[in-house]
């Protein structure tokens, strides 16, 4: 790469390959360069880079220098790495910052497909943290959310990252929903999740006056952060401990090399070139809306697929965004799927202190599209293929069409809303943002609640994450360490 940077300053070289060599160098490539200035030119130094010449002078031909100019061209090396993560979301860049921090010595190399990272679930998102009172007791997901949460407390206040621990209400809008609280305030102490208390009507207008609803749960510890704002962090820290964030990569081709690396090609997204290349003795994928059709690539599995659920968010007018102080969810709905329209305040870098509403859970017809209308045929296909989803559907027909009905309707989404808040108003709320969740549902038509790993692929040199459903912003450092303590054990680390 030296010789390549004085190459690029030097007059013998014609301007066209200077060029050339300072796009490759700023590209990141691994790119070696020799200038014979004559045949007698020292043949070591010609041959202990690779022969790539761009001189008037001479040629390194077979590690010696020749006479005579040749034909000017730069190679470009694939870049080495221990351990290659695939998707920039917050738990691939979560799960690649704990690599450096527990194996210090190894170099991590995080792709992702898009310009930024955190582009798409980490983003677009109400920016929950969560307490872990929804999740089955003994799961790897109840374990991960309790402990991810106060993990992710101490990382912001560490780091002086924003965030809010304002609580939350789970409210009950009739007496037949209160014995769905008492089961959540059960389930949220088995997991350990602390300060819970059900609440009367009375009590509830106490601390919210504008939320009018039978009882309630109240959760101290649930708070607002910006995930986004996190995963950027999460990303500085790899940084810092040597490792390295290539955006602008998406990964394409997976290959196992006869010295038992994997070969990871990849190009910008939308492009047909140049190909970029990264090879590792390792590899973990964590790549979200696309991680099954990346881990069949790489070895894995065409199922479980991916189902895409978008949400739409309305906001309160600036005026009238303190109509409460924390967030109020409806119980949860049928399914194992999370939808229903809750109000949530907002620390957020992009769209400032807020309180939204929202969101639905609407089928998409894209997986990464953020509009109603925004259409995909392979992800359609994918979708109406999948059985599961059927099964869900049958057994959920209000819920899956009154969703769609609500995300094209206003009035109908402000039904929803108006049902935890009687006062908010038509002219009170204004459009907001969107989000796509990424949703596994099994085959008996039930969401995956829990993580799903693909182990072993690829000679026993990779790993794939299939499944991290909400709350994964929530608990990404804890599943970080859930995800390296797999690798370890797969990968023989030491």
């Known amino acids: 790469a030296a010789a390549a940077a004085a190459a690029v300053s030097s007059d013998s070289c014609p301007s066209m390959f200077r060029k050339a060599f300072a796009a490759a160098l700023a590209a990141g490539a691994g790119v070696a360069a020799v200038r014979c200035a004559s045949s007698s030119a020292s043949t070591a130094a010609c041959a202990s880079t690779p022969p790539v010449n761009c001189s008037s002078g001479g040629c390194c031909s077979g590690g010696k220098c020749k006479k005579g100019a040749c034909a000017c061209k730069v190679t470009v090396y694939p870049e080495d790495a221990d351990v290659c993560v695939v998707g920039g979301g917050i738990v691939g860049l979560a799960t690649a910052r704990e690599i450096v921090r527990r194996f210090p010595n190894k170099r991590v190399v995080v792709l992702e497909k898009e310009k930024n990272i955190a582009a798409h679930q980490t983003g677009h998102n109400s920016g929950v943290i969560h307490a872990g009172i929804y999740y089955k007791p003994g799961s790897v997901m109840a374990r991960c959310c309790v402990e991810g949460a106060r993990k992710m407390y101490e990382y912001c206040e560490a780091n002086k990252i924003p965030h809010d621990r304002c609580g939350k209400l789970i409210v009950a809008t009739k007496p037949e929903e209160h014995e769905i609280l008492e089961k959540l305030l059960v389930n949220g102490t088995a997991n350990g999740v602390q300060g819970l208390k059900l609440l009367t009507s009375e009590q509830v207008r106490e601390i919210e006056p504008n939320v009018v609803v039978h009882s309630a749960l109240l959760s101290p510890n649930t708070g607002v952060v910006d995930f986004a704002v996190v995963a950027r962090s999460f990303a500085n820290d790899l940084v810092k401990a040597g490792g390295e964030v290539k955006v602008s990569f998406e990964a394409t081709d997976f290959t196992q090399l006869a010295d038992g ?48 659920f978008r949400g739409t968010y309305y906001e309160m007018k600036p005026e009238f965004r303190n109509i409460v102080k924390r967030n109020i969810y409806p119980v949860p709905s049928g399914g194992g799927i999370a939808v229903g329209v809750h109000f949530t305040p907002t620390v957020n870098e992009q769209r400032g202190r807020q309180m939204i509403i929202g969101p639905g859970a609407c089928l998409a017809f894209s997986r990464e599209g953020y509009k109603f209308f925004d259409f995909r045929l392979r992800d359609m296909l994918s979708t109406l293929s999948n059985y599961g989803l059927w099964r869900f559907a049958m057994s959920n027909w209000d819920l899956a069409f009154g969703e769609m009905y609500r995300d094209l309707n206003k009035r109908a989404f402000l039904e929803q809303a108006k049902k935890l808040v009687p006062s908010v108003t038509e002219d009170m709320i204004q459009e907001s943002f969107s989000g796509v969740m990424a949703q596994v549902f099994t085959d008996e038509g039930r969401a995956a609640s829990d993580f799903i790993y693909e182990r072993n692929l690829l000679g026993g040199t990779t790993l794939h994450v299939r499944n991290a459903p909400s709350p994964a912003c929530t608990a990404s450092l804890a599943i970080a360490e859930d995800v390296v303590n797999v690798a370890q054990a797969d990968f023989k680390w030491t």
């Open 261 to 308: 690396r994997v070969e990871i090609r990849g190009r910008e997204i939308g492009q047909k070139g140049p190909t970029k290349v990264v090879r590792a003795k390792n590899v973990i994928t964590c790549a979200g809306l696309q991680s099954d059709r990346v881990a069949a690539k790489a070895g894995g599995s065409k199922s479980p697929k991916i189902l895409p």
